[in-house]
């Protein structure tokens, strides 16, 4: 019953879409950040659906394209790409470290919020369109949310906190090394599973998976190491930063293998 709460705070918290069963226990965030990577299948299958559906009545790929990018923000709310911007906003002023996380959690937005916000939209719009216009097997989009949240839901679990995140009472909870083990359990069961029934026994699928998952694996880590340094901790807004940053990574790797 726990884990069934769990996922649907996770639904809640994480998905703008109608959550089926509302309830909340605050005794349980840590449980809630466990199912990131089901939280990840589920937009991933959404995401897949509706450029499938695009493609399938003949939207032009230039208009399919920039649907693929709002949606991939929009179905959570933009949460993640405001965290994406809140860090930017604070590592690119080049501040003292108390002044960096003051700027972080300032609800004004700054210029370097903007700047690269517009790069990353740019990106994300041009490679998108690579990817649909192409011969890229598109279906390995699936996996880039799962990846993603998963490996930001170890990052919240696992590095110690900013004094301000809203995670620092969780992070005292005894025992949270289960947590983690079930977020692992779930991103090799989504990956392994799905991807051998997606691809059966197509090694050069299988292997651009491999490769594309690989990127985005590294890129996340790079980049949760260098906002952790950069901010003194960890937050949920480096969460999203490492979510925004490691699936672009993830989509330019698809788009150029």
């Not at 069963?21 to 995401?47: E, Q, T």
């Not at 990127?215 to 906002?227: H, M, P, Q, R």
């Not at 925004?244 to 293998?257: D, K, R």
């Amino acid at each position: 019953m726990k884990a069934i709460i769990g996922f649907f705070m996770a639904w809640g918290n994480f998905i703008t879409l109608p959550c089926p069963y509302k309830r909340w226990d605050s005794s349980l965030k840590n449980m809630m950040l466990m199912f990131l990577p089901a939280i990840g299948a589920v937009i991933g299958i959404l995401w897949l659906l509706v450029t499938v559906l695009l493609q399938y009545f003949g939207v032009p790929d230039l208009i399919n394209a920039v649907v693929s990018v709002f949606f991939i923000f929009a179905i959570c709310g933009f949460m993640h790409l405001d965290g994406f911007m809140d860090c930017n906003d604070a590592i690119l002023s080049r501040r003292p470290l108390e002044e960096r996380q003051r700027i972080m959690k300032d609800s004004n937005v700054g210029s370097f919020a903007v700047v690269t916000l517009v790069f990353l939209l740019l990106g994300w719009f041009a490679v998108m369109y690579v990817i649909l216009s192409g011969s890229v097997d598109y279906e390995m989009l699936f996996f880039i949310p799962i990846v993603s949240r998963g490996f930001a839901g170890l990052y919240v679990m696992g590095f110690k906190p900013i004094g301000h995140s809203q995670y620092v009472e969780d992070s005292k909870e005894p025992g949270r090394w289960k947590y983690r083990l079930g977020i692992v359990v779930q991103l090799c069961a989504f990956i392994g599973i799905i991807a051998f029934f997606m691809f059966r026994w197509n090694l050069e699928e299988l292997a651009v998976l491999g490769a594309v998952l690989g990127v985005e694996i590294v890129v996340s880590f790079l980049a949760n190491l260098f906002a952790r340094h950069q901010l003194g901790g960890m937050s949920g807004d480096i969460a999203g930063y490492c979510i925004c940053i490691s699936e672009f990574a993830g989509v330019l790797a698809l788009a150029l293998i």
